[in-house]
């Protein structure tokens, strides 16, 4: 399947005393591109999580960090699915300067699908063709 | 009532690059005093929430700043209720360097009780003496 | 001077256990209105810190809770100057929810202007117009 | 080298909808384990920064996450350098539940030495030891 991709604009409250975005705010800015990806792909996570009761639990997060960000500067996510089961997903996750197409950082999330027991749960079918699985 | 103290120390993450604490991050400092008053009058926060489905839900929250805290120090943060009844409880902060005593904010949280449905409701009779309500 | 309006959507990161936007999470709202407020009225506020080494340290801040954001809901934060002189600036915000008009917040925040010492400073001439000081 | 164990108390701010801790969160868990096992081995990394101008910049980070950790939990985070040259240092790091030792998260941070001028350098000797570096 196909990236998506989606622009944040770096906040004050996001740098720390270096001048530069904290490193856990990239994480956040996957969290931003993860549920644009989902609107792009047909559905909200919103949704996912209230009317089916199924939320994507993480269990391993990296990432790799090229080239600080800073202070409103404007950064494009690009998001797309690396691999999904119908018990779990990882997305990928490049994020660049909108300025001048420099990278900043690149990351992966692993989730897992819990039920509203937040125990593990298969996704419900319709929510297959969402993440590319058949 | 008498005050309570506690103690926190700045990190990194709630630094900016103007090198201080950025200012939303005082009132996490005030949510961690009014925590810790909680457990010193005799209850926890989240067992009020858990056991009786109370919520102190915030009304008004207000902030002056004296002087910047920075990373790694240490700050006092003294909480008292300034005012309480069955519907609402306000809350008053002063926040000072443990080095020198100097004083970095002084702040106040305006709370009403809300239940389970997330309505307005009376703080459960067990609770009153804990916030000086006869 | 006119007020302007700039949008955010709600992140999972900025909800906490009671399902809402945490308190402290609308003074960083307020940081974005006032930012896109400076651009909007020609100047951005990164340069004015680094080209003229300018700060706007924060002396004050308050908001009024209303009525609770929820994850991925759209804000519109309007913002203007509702006092200025060449020694302090104070922006007053309205925070409502882009669906339904709903007012989600009020706020303001009183700031003085800081040079590169962290000392108070005057506002150059330069920037007199963009907050409507004559 | 030895490991080293601080605790931290978990934050209303900190958690999210979910009704546990924020997945970004625990790379501020790792701040902190980082901060405080600098300090044990006689050193503060703040004075790092300011009075020899040597910053540790985020090469890469990741974290596995075992169980949730819920708000007024107290978690202990054991801290230790897995790898250390002159030109960068490998932090790993544990953390669980302080109630019953359960096991919440595992992580690992790569770190280089950058100079004030934000470009790679060496560590400079007088901290070779604090690192377990000859």
Redesign the interface.
Known sequence: MSSHETRIRV???E??????V????Y??CM??GR?EYCKARGF???DMELEDGV?L?????????SY?A???EEIIIRTWVEAASTRMVVFRYEMRLAENGRKVATGE?KHVFLGRD?KPCRLPDKYKPNFGIR
């Not at 740098?15 to 530069?20: A, L, N, P, Y």
């Not at 904290?22 to 705010?25: A, K, M, P, V």
């Open positions: 906040r004050y409250a740098t720390d005393q270096m001048g530069v904290y490193y856990s705010n994480l956040v969290e931003v549920v909200r996570y919103r939320f639990a993480v269990a391993e997060a990296n990432c790799r960090y600080p800073r202070f409103d999330t937040m």
